[in-house]
């Protein structure tokens, strides 16, 4: 099993910037994929960004080039960069993983993100 927990989340201005961090504990040598979804009020859950273990990157259409996603595989730790915040961008983001041979995504808690326009 694998814990994720969030952090980073916030107000901000349309415009600016916000950085999300995931710590990740527990089997974290197992874990493939990380990465992050968001869930705006009414709307299903949807992908931000994941990365995997060896780097492969994948972005939704609507973030890409304003959104960067790292990871400290060291540390457990991966990071959602997000400049040029949109009000759209509003949502609870929530930290994902999955795991080696398994196809069930492990969540974290969820963190705030508010753009005023």
């Known amino acids: 099993q694998v814990q994720l927990v969030e952090s980073g989340g916030g107000l901000v201005q349309a415009g600016g910037s916000l950085r999300l961090s995931c710590a990740s504990s527990?089997?974290?040598?197992?874990?493939?994929?990380i990465g992050w979804y968001r869930q705006a009020p009414g709307k299903q859950r949807a992908l931000v960004a994941t990365?995997?273990?060896?780097?492969?990157?994948n972005y939704a259409d609507s973030v890409k080039g304003r959104f960067t996603i790292s990871r400290d595989n060291a540390e457990n730790m991966v990071y959602l960069q997000m400049n040029s915040l949109k009000p759209e961008d509003t949502a609870v983001y929530y930290c994902?993983?999955?795991?080696?041979?398994?196809?069930?995504?492990?969540w974290g808690q969820g963190t705030q993100v508010t753009v005023s326009s």
């Open positions: 990365i995997t273990r060896g780097g492969s990157l």
């Open positions: 994902t993983a999955i795991m080696y041979g398994s196809s069930y995504n492990y």
């Open positions: 527990g089997s974290t040598v197992r874990i493939k994929t």
